[in-house]
């Protein structure tokens, strides 16, 4: 098995570390199941850190640290075995999407869904295509930390 070490990467980030045979050995909340790319993209959804405190019982520390370590791409340092499921650095690491059973259809002459062996989708195939490549959240985190800037003063 790889990557079965647990690593506090960087002392700026004392609650962030990699490995440990969970999610992966991707960038997370120490003692949890939970990614850094979640805590961002939870925060960017819901444009509150109190949704990401309450649903995930962090702290907003813990908050601050998941959305510096993710603004300053330190992953990309601590190289990660992957990176957080939901970020476009972790789809150059994957192999390509095969799109080959993938069928579009509409339902009710207006709705789209994308329908596979292992995949549905609700949307276009376009959609779909533009959802895979994940997103850059470093620049969502960094966009994050400048609107809220004054919950870390």
């Known amino acids: ?14 609650n962030i570390v990699c490995g440990g045979g969970v999610l ?5 909340i120490d003692g949890r199941r939970l990614a850094v790319g979640d805590v ?3 925060v960017y959804i819901s444009s509150t850190f109190n949704e990401a405190k309450e649903m995930y019982d962090l702290s907003i520390d813990e908050i601050r640290q998941a959305l510096l ?4 791409l330190q992953c990309k340092a601590d190289n990660p075995f992957v990176f957080c499921h939901n970020c476009s650095l972790r789809t ?3 192999d390509p999407i095969n799109i080959f059973d993938l069928e579009e ?3 009710n002459n207006e ?4 329908k596979g062996e292992n995949v549905i989708f609700l949307g276009s195939m376009e959609e779909y295509l533009e959802e895979s490549k994940g997103k850059n959240w ?14 870390f003063a």
């Open 105 to 107: 259809h509409t339902l």
């Open 40 to 42: 961002v993209s939870t």
């Open 138 to 151: 470093w620049d969502i985190a960094t966009n994050l930390l400048i609107d809220h800037r004054n919950r």
């Open 24 to 28: 992966n050995g991707s960038p997370r």
């Open 1 to 14: 098995m790889a990557h079965i070490y647990k690593t506090r990467m960087n002392s700026l980030f004392p």
């Open 69 to 72: 370590y993710c603004s300053s």
């Open 92 to 94: 150059e690491q994957e």
């Open 111 to 114: 709705t789209k869904i994308v």
